[in-house]
């Protein structure tokens, strides 16, 4: 496993105070955590997204409080040296303050996370102030937020217009005042984001497809490998096309297992000659 010191609180405000971008992705699995931290990955957000990325539903409603413990606890598994944040999940603190601390504390204690994020503005603050003062980190979410994508009349950029870019700011504010250590901006306007940024005063502000002037920058992992199929949003980089390439090769081992070039010796496993004569006689 990497040596790597541990990724803290202190670490990432400390890369903010040197104006060194922080780097976070999303996870939801063993192999790919491990790959993480050798890489260096500042931050991993196990997102309520597994919903549709890695268990196909259409949206990331359906995602547990239980399927995000069981993907948390294999990310940190894979990854003990990076900063995770665990995604509060649809209903898992829309109901009430103390259902929001239950949840949270779940995290921590199940999961090993570093600090949970929900989705919400103002009208959240409560819930991030409780978390807060029960002594677990909690981040933000504004813009884009897809528990809530009906309401915001889809999956679209938030923003743009002067009232609803206010909402977005005082929005940011509230939740740092209510104790959020971070706010990530999800398909806000660049300008937006700026603005955000410049004003935090204690709070590290993230980016998902919201402009360079955040302290740090989020994407999607099977976004920026090619591993989702239904669409590939317009923030997202394709960074290698890694299903490009599983998919020749799934497409490789059905022809060589069809025409019988595969397996050769070297892929199974013999027995002695006097041992096989020995079990005939058995037989």
Known sequence: MSDRKKVTLHTLFNKVSNHEPITWLTCYDYPTAYLMEQAGMDMILVGDSLAMTMLGYETTLPATMDDMI???????????N???VGDMPYMSYQPSVETAIRNAGRFMAEAGCDSIKLEGGIEMADRIQGIVNSGIPAMGHLGLTPQSAAALGGYKVQGRAARSAKKIIDAAKALEQAGAFAVLLEMVPDRICKIITERA?????????????AHGQLLIYHDMFGLYPRFKPRMAKVFGNAGEVILNGLKQYVQEVSDKSFPQPENWFNMKDEEYDELMGML
């Open 70 to 80: 069981r993907h948390s606890a294999a990310v940190r598994r894979g990854a003990p």
């Open 201 to 213: 005063e204690n709070c590290i502000i993230m980016s998902l497809g919201s402009g360079p002037h």
């Open 82 to 84: 990076v900063f995770i």
